[in-house]
């Protein structure tokens, strides 16, 4: 982390004084916050279609193959969110402008999930670890990542991007306002009952 900090510090060490009221890594700030509210957008939309299908039963393969795939997607698209180190994340803008960051949220309940969403990356989903070969369930044990920790969790990356987004565009982004993640829901739920029914 002491490295990934000083990314973040290193560009904001070279610049003369009549700039530092624009931090010279402004740029990759707003573009980061470009490419995450849109990352949450994606994952707000997989977070609901894999909830409306959770605890349905279908006899379509498709919706089987699909189901799964979605956790996978929700999954990916988290540790690409809050990916360390060098990555354009939520961690790099936390890195740039802590208090901004934080304002509002539980910090520490994020670092947490990002901890144990780490555990799961490293073991066993982008990585197949040496030890975790054996047994790759435990890895999900040992995270203990719960759905209503991911719909928390989205939520607080959608109010801290939106404000973000808001505060650099001068308007919300669109399709956060349009609807909720409950709303998100109950369509993909809709979607499912008719799908299922073919």
């Known amino acids: 982390m002491t490295e990934a900090l000083g990314l973040c510090l290193g560009e904001m060490t070279n ?16 573009s980061t916050v470009d490419r995450l509210i849109r990352e949450v957008q994606n994952l707000r939309r997989s977070f609901a279609a894999m909830c409306s299908t959770q605890g ?3 006899s379509n393969l498709f ?17 690409r ?3 360390d180190g060098e990555a354009a994340s939520f961690w790099y803008l936390h890195r ?8 509002g949220i539980d910090l520490a309940k994020l670092q947490d999930f990002s901890r144990r969403l780490k555990l ?7 990585h197949i670890d040496k030890d975790a070969v054996f047994d790759p369930s435990q890895a999900y044990r040992d995270a203990a990542i719960r759905t209503w920790e991911i719909e928390e969790t989205i939520e607080t990356l959608c109010m801290v991007l939106d404000r973000l987004y808001l505060e650099q565009n001068g308007m919300p982004f669109a399709s ?7 709303s ?14 073919r």
């Open 15 to 30: 610049m003369v004084p009549s700039m530092r009221k624009a931090p010279k890594y402004l740029a990759r700030f707003q």
């Open 56 to 58: 349905k039963y279908s």
């Open 63 to 79: 919706i089987h193959v699909a189901a799964k795939a979605l956790q996978t997607d929700v999954l990916i698209r988290l540790i």
């Open 81 to 83: 969110i809050f990916e």
């Open 96 to 103: 740039c402008e802590p208090r901004k960051i934080a304002e």
């Open 120 to 126: 799961i990356r490293d073991k066993v989903f982008v």
């Open 176 to 182: 956060l306002a349009e609807s909720t993640l409950d």
């Open 184 to 197: 998100l829901i109950e369509d993909f739920m809709r979607d499912f009952a008719e799908l299922s029914e």
